[in-house]
């Protein structure tokens, strides 16, 4: 279960209204700032999908299948065109699967290429429900956001977990040019291009998604502002040749996910590991200069560097990962002023995820996720809620039986037990008897009973 968006009445206050809406979810309101929390994406209320984003449960089952996306996004494999390629001494053919993660050992001290990355992870079998922004596929792009328009200008706070993993095999084969003998073979396991939390106003609103490849999913969305995290270094547009997360826009224009588009100095961090990362991303309305020494920037923050009245001063956006949230250590920080930067005329923006692949793919899953529109905002631990709030929907198979003969049918072995009904012989006393042919049951001395041979009890 989750916080969704309240409907708006402006006469009742707004604590007032929080309560009413917790109450009326039947759940423990801790939360009092927070906008919605999705604990899971078992329910997803309030969710716009596009593009190749749907929900899984990390299997695809069409007898347990819920809502209209369940499963769109839980391909294994889809054909990759063969790359062929010829030099003067060697013809080479290059074919792309998914990898399976057991054979990373195979490829790490065999077959590695130049672009291989070691210690990938294969999606899980189980999980309770998540938000699949890509299938395993080339050229994907998805997204989803919020229906609701939140405010962000005076500030937000969001949370989110999310994980990479089943990234893509690129296997080349070599062969000689002229007697078409085998000379060598290379594999390397690297998926791209990654995913991005984006705040957006576009004219199209929550039907949005962008381009595919190097664009992650948020190049061509106009009046939008992406915090990238990125898996794939692009040669020629990427300073950093490792997983990294940088923040990109071009104000009211469409945005672009290379160096046209960036704001500040990318910053290294492990993304595409295959393991649960936590991210938290938050925009004060002012500058805070506990962070100063995380800043980045470039010269395209220039214009959004000033003031832009009373209560539209330059604020500090900051970005942290796994141990930074709980440290409270940023990786980057970058000064900014968001009501200069995008165009929002009454302050509020949409907010949600993109993704997308190219040749190279992975899966881009998103756990969990909560927004808070009032700073300063609670941290979501699972501790401050209510254990009737957790998602009770589950991914573990329901058992099923066949009813066996008869009425109620079955029998008491396996588990559970096969229906099986308590017996219904008729209930009564033993039947006794007082006829002289009795010999059983009687007193030693019978005989001189008056009447004789009466029925004896203990």
Known sequence: ???????????????????????????????????????????????????????????????????????????????????????????????????????????????AGFIHRSGTKSAPNRCAGRIRLTPSGPSKAGSIFFVDQAPVNNGFDTYFTFQVTDHSKQCTVNKDQYFSQFSHRTCSVHGADGLAFVVQNSPSKTRIVGKVGEQMGFGGIPNSLAIAFDTWQNQGEDSLNVDHVSVQSRGVLENDALELGLLGVPRAHDIADGEIHLARIVYYNDLKPEYFDKLVASDSLLPYLKDNGEQKRVGTLVVYMDEGVAEDVPLLALPINLSLLLDLPIDKAYVGFTSSTGRFYEKHDILSWTFCDQPPCDAPTLADFDYHQTSKFTASKRRNFTPGPGFGGGDTSGFPTKNKSPDTTTFGLPVESWSKSRNFGLATDASNQIPPETLYRN
């Open 1 to 111: 279960l989750k916080f969704v968006s309240f409907i708006e009445q402006p006469e009742m206050d707004y604590r007032v209204r929080l309560d009413r809406f917790c109450v009326f979810l039947s759940l423990f309101c801790v939360l009092a700032n927070a906008s919605f929390v999705y604990r899971d994406f078992n329910e997803t209320d309030g969710i716009h999908f596009n593009g190749a984003a749907g929900t899984t449960r990390c299997f695809n089952d069409t007898l347990e299948a819920y809502g209209d996306y369940q499963g769109d996004a839980d391909r294994f494999n889809e054909d990759v065109l063969t790359e062929i390629g010829e030099t003067t001494v060697l013809i080479s053919e290059s074919t792309v699967e998914t990898n399976e993660d057991f054979r990373n050992n195979e490829t790490d001290n065999t077959l």
